[in-house]
């Protein structure tokens, strides 16, 4: 059973990874727009976008470094991530 478990989280197994970052990039995004809308009294708007955004930073380079293990240079790696847009 243990040894099982350790396999989920094993470096190799890049789903189980890609589905941890995005469950920490939601945690950290709703809890950020939460605190500004709430705490702080930020519009939504405002909030919303700032809290998108900063999750956004965070699961690009949580992804990059641990899901995909990317020495891309970010300057391309950004570059090509807005042209796929």
């Known amino acids: 059973m243990h040894q099982t478990i350790k396999n989920?989280?094993?470096?190799?197994?890049?789903?189980?990874?890609?589905?941890?970052?995005?469950?920490?990039?939601?945690?950290?995004?709703?809890?950020?727009?939460?605190?500004?809308l709430n705490v702080f009294g930020f519009s939504y708007?405002?909030?919303?976008?700032?809290?998108?955004?900063?999750?956004a930073i965070i699961s690009y380079i949580l992804n990059r470094n641990f899901t995909f293990n990317s020495n891309v240079n970010n300057k391309k790696g950004l570059f090509y991530s807005y042209l796929s847009y």
């Not at 989920?8 to 500004?36: D, E, H, M, P, Q």
């Not at 708007?45 to 999750?55: D, Q, R, Y």
Request: positive net charge; hydrophobic residues 50%.
């Open 8 to 36: 989920y989280y094993n470096k190799s197994n890049t789903i189980i990874r890609f589905i941890g970052v995005g469950i920490i990039n939601t945690t950290i995004g709703i809890s950020l727009i939460f605190l500004l």
């Open 45 to 55: 708007w405002i909030s919303t976008f700032i809290g998108n955004g900063i999750g």
